[in-house]
Each structure stands twice: as C-alpha cells, then as structure tokens.
C-alpha cells in the first residue's frame, strides 16, 4: 500500500479506502463500484475544467472528443500500468485463476475507484491535483486536431493510403454478464500479417482499443 501511495502522490487519511478501491466485485459485495462511479464522474469534471482551461479556442465538440479520448478505458488502463496497479489489486479466486490483474479494464475500473477514494479521503482541490499530476504527459501531448477521428477511422484512412485490405473485426468471447459484461474482440491485418486482441465493456471500445494498438504498430 505505502508504494501504490508513493506512486499517486497521496497518502491517505483512512487506508481502509484505498483497500476498498482495490477490491474487484469478484471478492465479495463490498467492493470498489461505488467508489468507481464516483471517480468517473470527478475525473471527467476534472480533465473538462483542465481542457477548457488550456484549449480556449476549440468548440465543444472538439473539447468533448479529447476528454473522452482521455477519459476511456484504455488511457485509464496505461496510467494504470505506470504505477504498477495490477500489484495491488485484490481479486476473487476466479479473477486469480484467469488472469484478472492483467485485464485492462479491471485496471482501468480500478484507478477510477482510486480517484473516487481520494475525493472521499480529501477534497476537490487535493484530488485535482493528484488527477493533473497523474495526466500532465498526457495532457502536455493532447491535440485537439487528433480527436476529430477516432482509431477505427484513422486506421482505415492509414491502409487506404497504402492501398491494403481494410482490417477484419471479430467478437471472440463475452464474459460477465448485463452491466458487468467483458467483450473480446481481435482485429486482424491480413496482408500486413498482423493481429491484435482487446476487450473492453462494449464492442466499439474493444475495436477502438485494437485499431489503437495496430495503429501504433504500424506507424513505429
């Protein structure tokens, strides 16, 4: 726990809290969820104010598409992996056995709940800061232009230029179920001999997270 708190810059009040944000639903009903929602909504009020207060010239639409680019589960799964979260996670036998602490959205749901927490164990301002101080390379590197297309798009615009097949998508597994559902999706470049899984809550999430990570790929 004093590592996890060395690596987000805060040192909580109550540690209870933090167990409680570390603590998936697959270990007991007292679990991060409700902590969870909390951090989503003061997370997006916090990079909303940030991103209005940088990019003063850009429309709503524009400021929309970046805090959702920032927000998502996918930029949450990266920070998470920046501070080693999936050390600290505490997981159900089940989650255990399958891999859970590798799963992105779990880590993704898990910072969230952080968040949630610190705003409980402190304030706005002091989670604000912890926020800003978590997102600055990221928020240093944000270009509105960038938000106009999302993965799938850019992806498709990048083979089109090179002349190649345009990607295949595929749901592989859902796990879960309802609200708590995990979807599987692969996507696969066939000429360029390259194939990537991702999942995430919904199917189109999935397929941005591997037209992302192809994207990447491509371009290194």
């Not at 690596?7 to 679990?31: E, G, M, P, Q």
């Amino acid at each position: 726990m004093d590592k996890l708190q060395k690596s987000i810059d805060y040192k909580f009040n109550d540690v209870a809290l933090l167990k409680l944000a570390l603590t998936h639903r697959s270990v007991s009903n007292n679990n991060n969820e409700r902590l969870e929602f909390l951090g989503d909504s003061v997370l997006g009020a916090i990079i909303s104010r940030e991103l209005f207060q940088r990019f003063p010239k850009i429309d709503e639409g524009q400021l929309s598409r970046l805090r959702s680019h920032l927000v998502r589960g996918q930029t949450l799964a990266k920070l998470a992996k920046t501070i080693d979260l999936s050390d600290f996670l505490i997981l159900g036998q089940g989650e255990l056995k399958s891999g859970g602490f590798r799963r992105e959205s779990i880590q993704a749901d898990t910072l969230e709940a952080i968040i949630g927490a610190i705003f409980i164990d402190s304030d706005y301002a002091t989670t604000n800061q912890v926020v800003l101080s978590l997102y600055i390379d990221l928020l240093d590197e944000a270009n509105p232009e960038d938000s106009l297309k999302d993965f799938k798009t850019q992806l498709q615009e990048f083979l089109q230029k090179k002349g190649s097949i345009l990607p295949s998508y595929e749901l592989l597994k859902t796990t879960g179920q309802d609200h708590n559902a995990v979807f599987y999706v692969s996507c696969t470049l066939g000429e360029e001999g390259l194939s990537v899984e991702k999942n995430a809550k919904n199917i189109k999430r999935a397929e941005q997270a591997c037209a992302e990570s192809l994207l990447e790929r491509l371009k290194q």
